[in-house]
């Protein structure tokens, strides 16, 4: 599965950003997309995820503030960012995989991408 990430930029502390994820590729071999992002010197953390049987997954520290969503027939996943703070700053990529939005299930992961930017100031 081939993915491409779009719409990082830099922004105000309490400004929106949208992400996109356009997938193509074997589609049918996942059912989970999701967005994870790195901070410089972090660990990857798993932002949010959301499932072909419509289960979401948002980690705590965005929860309220970030949308997951898809366009299944434009097969692009999105990430609605709103009330950004400095601490959502990183590097956030889109991925695929077979299993669930749950964090501790194990993922069969099929594709990432190389990931957009996301600075926002303070």
């Known amino acids: 599965v081939h993915m491409v990430e779009s719409g990082g930029g830099l922004v105000q502390a309490g400004g929106s950003l949208r992400l996109s994820c356009a997938a193509s590729g074997s589609l049918s071999s996942i059912n989970v997309m999701g967005w994870y992002r790195q901070a410089s010197g972090k660990s990857r953390e798993y932002v949010a995820g959301t499932s072909t049987g419509g289960r979401t997954y948002y980690a705590d520290s965005v929860r309220g503030r970030f949308t997951i969503s898809r366009d299944n027939a434009k097969n692009t996943l999105y990430l609605q960012m709103n009330n950004l703070r400095p601490e959502d700053t990183a590097m956030y990529s889109c991925?695929?995989?077979?299993?669930?939005?749950?964090?501790?299930?194990?993922?069969?992961?099929?594709?990432w991408g190389q990931g957009t930017q996301v600075t926002v100031s303070s």
């Open positions: 991925a695929a995989w077979s299993g669930s939005v749950d964090p501790f299930d194990p993922a069969d992961f099929r594709g």
